[in-house]
């Protein structure tokens, strides 16, 4: 093999006008993840102001610039929603980690197409400052990330026109990247690497992006056809004048039920790299495993009707999509068991990395089984657009991913750093947010069974609704803590003691063939060639680490 001649120092020491510049996967990457994380954190800022307007009955939220305090509280639920979805839960995965990891995890030197790598990271970022935007008052979207009509094309609900040109930019910048990592992942990677072979997370991200492919320019389709209504009056889905709202419905959700997907197979990726590892142990059942993960992305797109059995769909359809929701549930289910399986008499540690995951999971099986009656009609007739819709839809989102994207930056953190992060403080920042989300969004359950409704500022000064809001809020901001100190955790560990090159002794190419942190040319030694033995999981007895 040829010996790469790297330049002296880390992948990250470059200028400004460098990271500018840059096409190089790995500098991308972390623009991303800088990106995302900041909007997270503002997300997540928004949330908490939301909670302490539902804390109690009334409107705690002042008026601000002549307009009321229900208008700020629709522009930080509409914000908060649209940046927790596609700026955090979305990018966090197709924008960063795909992009450190993936050219790595398949011994490649950069992606297939990098110029247009680096062209999705601005076309984000130019969505990016237009989300911006609107925190000035006049510019404040109010229509929830849905843009539903007939209230969307009402004038109190904001600026269409900025929403529609935010929502463009984001979908080019995805496209783009779907386009370049399904060409990566098909064309580029090393000798020896077949199908079978590769990491779960390269397939979660494969199927990820075939996703993007697919169902991005349905939702670019239906926030477009909103501008023309608003603005060119074409009347696609005013009622008043013959148009239709559920024609939107069904084009927005034919691309954001499946995002769900988007989000969470990743998150999948991440625990079965971190399972592996830290049991010692191969992925019980890899096929079918592999198999489960773009079952879950075909099946994705045959249940987005789920989400309007209260719009009037005809009952065929209701039934017909209440099986396909269900039937998700088996490729996942098959997920949960062959974890459970792996680790099964492994020689289990139970640090940071771990510890987030198996929080994780606990966060998606709740959210999970309680998805379940959401795909019985009978019972979403009764719960929808209730409080208990909101809970159900953060486990199996907001905190199953969250606590998946802390997971694998704790793991991942030493191959980017080149340092270890404080295990203190990652398990202090671990109890902090499974005890608060769970004090939080179970409690939001309860309150929609008991009649709360959801998106509403105000709500009656019913007694139990109050004091489960109240406690709803001790759970949120023992979450926001937890966040905290985890982001604290991984500043101050840029100083922290000296990483190995391959702490956690995986097999994986990216840990066994790169040093840590990654140089700039990526491998030790090009081209990259695994042997026939070779497997990311092989952690077996007789088995090296090292290709």
């Known amino acids: 093999m040829a010996v790469a001649h790297a330049p002296a120092g880390t992948w990250y020491g ?45 409107i705690q939220l002042p008026g601000l610039f002549g307009q009321e305090g229900a208008d700020l ?50 076309a984000f970022l130019g969505a990016s400052l237009l989300v911006l935007l609107t925190l000035i008052p006049g510019n404040w979207i109010k229509m929830l990330w849905t843009g539903y009509p007939p209230y969307a094309l009402n004038d109190n609900a904001g600026p269409t026109a900025l929403y529609t040109l935010i929502v463009d930019l984001y979908g080019v910048s995805a496209t783009a990247g779907s386009v370049n990592f399904i060409t990566t992942i098909i064309r580029m990677r090393a000798k020896g690497l077949g199908w079978t072979k590769l990491n779960l997370f390269v397939h979660a991200i494969m199927a990820t992006n075939l996703i993007q492919l697919f169902g991005v320019p349905a939702l670019l389709g239906a926030v477009n056809l909103l501008l023309l209504d608003k603005y060119f009056h074409m009347n696609y889905f005013n009622p008043a004048l013959g148009g239709d709202p559920l024609v939107y419905q069904n084009i927005f959700w034919f691309y954001s039920h499946p995002a769900v997907y988007v989000m969470i197979l990743p998150a999948f990726g991440v625990f079965s790299e971190v399972i592996a590892t830290m049991a010692r142990k191969p992925i019980f059942g890899y096929i079918s495993m592999m198999i489960a993960i773009y079952a879950i992305a075909f099946i994705g797109f045959e249940t987005w009707i789920h989400h309007m059995f209260v719009s009037g769909v005809p009952d065929w359809a209701r039934v017909l999509f209440s099986y396909t929701t269900v039937l998700v549930g088996v490729p996942t289910g098959i997920k949960i068991f062959n974890w459970v399986a792996t680790l099964h008499k492994g020689a289990i540690r139970y640090n940071t990395p771990m510890v987030f995951t198996f929080g994780g999971i606990l966060m998606f099986l709740i959210g999970g089984l309680t998805g379940i009656p959401n795909a019985m009609v009978s019972i979403d007739l009764g719960i929808s657009d209730s409080m208990f819709i909101v809970g159900h839809f953060h486990y199996v989102l907001g905190m199953a991913l969250t606590f998946a994207a802390f997971s694998g930056i704790y793991y991942w953190y030493p191959k980017v750093t080149g340092r270890m992060y404080s295990e203190g403080l990652g398990k202090l920042s671990f109890w902090l947010m499974l005890i608060g989300a769970n004090i939080f969004y179970f409690l939001q359950m ?19 609704w109050v004091t489960l809001n109240q406690v709803q809020t001790v759970g949120a901001v023992l979450l926001g803590i937890g966040i905290l100190v985890s982001l604290i955790n991984w500043v101050i560990s840029l100083k922290g003691p000296k990483a190995e090159d391959n ?45």
């Open 14 to 58: 470059a200028t400004l006008k460098e990271w500018i510049f840059t096409t190089d996967h790995k500098k991308i990457g972390m623009l991303y993840f800088v990106t995302a994380l900041v909007f997270f954190v503002v997300a997540g800022l928004f949330g908490l102001l939301i909670r302490l307007e539902l804390t109690k009955p009334g």
């Open 73 to 122: 509280y629709n522009y930080l639920l509409t914000g908060h929603g649209a940046v927790m979805l596609l700026w955090w839960a979305v990018v966090i995965w197709t924008g960063a980690f795909s992009n450190f990891l993936i050219p790595l995890m398949i011994g490649a030197r950069d992606v297939a197409f990098p110029r247009l790598n680096a062209f999705s990271y601005w």
């Open 446 to 464: 309860v309150t929609g069974i008991l009649g709360e409704p959801r998106r509403y500022a105000d709500y009656p000064p019913i007694p139990t």
């Open 503 to 547: 702490p956690w002794k995986s097999p994986s190419l990216e840990w066994s063939m790169t040093d840590t942190p990654v140089g700039p040319h990526n491998f030790k030694k090009t081209p990259v060639e695994v042997p026939e033995d070779w497997h990311p999981y092989a952690f077996y007895k007789g088995y090296h680490a090292h290709v």
